[in-house]
């Protein structure tokens, strides 16, 4: 069965730093590009960034650039968000999602909670 | 604002038929498969037509997808109570280098 789990979620304040973490299993996880997907409370879907199955390519969302890294670790089968100078506007729900091909995403995690306020 | 154009509610009484349009452009929509996907309330989005038009398995043949040139639609015949969601349209946007979602429909079955 296919599972992803977030988990690094929480209160923090503007400028801080957060690293999310999702736990993959059930797939070969080395054979799928992941992303990362947000939903601040009561607003849609926005997609923040994804990166190949073996890290060489990375895109992201414009309003994070600069600010997040997305990377993996095929060994763990895990894939990270490290957030930094994190502001208000970064409040939201951060789903990890696997996507097969085609940019469309079969499965998704339960989604974790950062919320960024002093 | 998002780079997809989304109504933001569509309604119809169970058992009638309901379509959901997702307008883009040549950079998102005109080049690049669209997904579907629909979020009932407090849970993770689920896909429900990817390639534009198939479904994964489990998704009944009363939900199809289509596009044509920029826009793309989402169709669901037989209306169920059970169909009341948000449902979103997905693709990636190859001048942004960027994936982008519409904004969100709101389907309230009557």
């Known amino acids: 069965e296919v599972q992803l789990v977030e988990s690094g979620g929480g209160l923090v304040q503007p400028g801080g730093s957060l690293r999310l973490s999702c736990a993959a299993s059930g797939f070969t996880f080395s054979s799928y590009w992941m992303s990362w997907v947000r939903q601040a409370p009561g607003k849609g879907l926005e997609w923040v960034a994804n990166i190949k199955q073996d890290g060489s390519e990375k895109y992201y969302v414009d309003s994070v650039k600069g600010r997040f890294t997305i990377s993996r670790d095929n060994a763990k089968n895990s894939l990270y968000l490290q957030m930094n100078s994190l502001r208000a506007e970064d409040t939201a729900v951060y789903y990890c999602a696997r996507d097969p091909y085609s940019f469309h995403f079969d499965y998704w995690g339960q989604g974790t909670l950062v919320t960024v306020s002093s | 604002q998002s780079v997809l154009t989304q109504p933001p509610s569509v309604s119809a009484a169970p058992g009638q038929k309901v379509t959901i349009s997702c307008s883009g452009s040549s950079s998102n929509i005109g080049n690049n498969y669209v997904s579907w996907y629909q979020q009932l309330p407090g849970t993770a989005p689920k896909v429900l037509i990817y390639?534009?038009?198939k479904r994964p398995s489990g998704i009944p043949d009363r939900v199809s997808g289509s596009k044509s040139g920029t826009s793309a639609t989402l169709g669901i015949t037989g209306l169920q109570t059970g169909d009341e969601a948000d449902y979103y349209c997905g693709t990636w946007d190859s001048s942004l280098s960027e994936g982008v979602f519409g904004g969100g429909t709101k389907l309230t079955v009557l």
């Open positions: 390639d534009n038009n």
